[in-house]
């Protein structure tokens, strides 16, 4: 179950206008955090990713379900089940006792797992890779729209960083 401050988190940046993914976002960090904090692990950053838009599609955020080929069939079916129990509110009160079972197990399961699917290095090598598998046109698109969204001050801003980024490690 998400916490109440990730879920104003997403409201807030539905309401601002943003993307479903920028939404689900926060969802994903999320579960970084719980993995970093050692409440359970992960085998791998994608399975940290997959947890996280599990949790935004089942409270309401519209991320769209992999396409054919792309993912394997439970994996979409399981993407549609998600989706579905995000779509409604439930008025009607359903047994708790085989979900709470099967929660508490799932839970006890991650918690054997290990923490480093979500280190810095394990996030950066499966955002590098996930990049690469991208064309290099849709690349350039996503830049363009993220810097004409951000603003002056904060393409000036992001700039800075850049430079700090470049010139920390030319002395290193």
Sequence with gaps: MPEQKTLKRAHADKRAGKSSSTQA?????????KVRAGKHGVRSAKQAIAIGLSEARRAGVAVKSPKKGAASESTRKKAATDNAAGQH?????????????RSRAATNALKREASA???????????????????????????????????AAGRSAAAKKAAQTRASRTHH
């Design 117 to 151: 699917g979500a280190s810095r290095t394990a996030l950066s090598k499966q955002t590098k890779t996930a990049a690469a598998k991208r064309p290099a046109a849709s690349r350039s698109a996503a830049a363009k729209k993220a810097a004409a969204t951000k603003g």
């Design 25 to 33: 976002g926060e969802f994903v960090k999320e579960q970084v955090d």
């Design 89 to 101: 509110r439930s008025t009607t009160k359903k047994s708790t006792e085989s979900t709470a079972k």
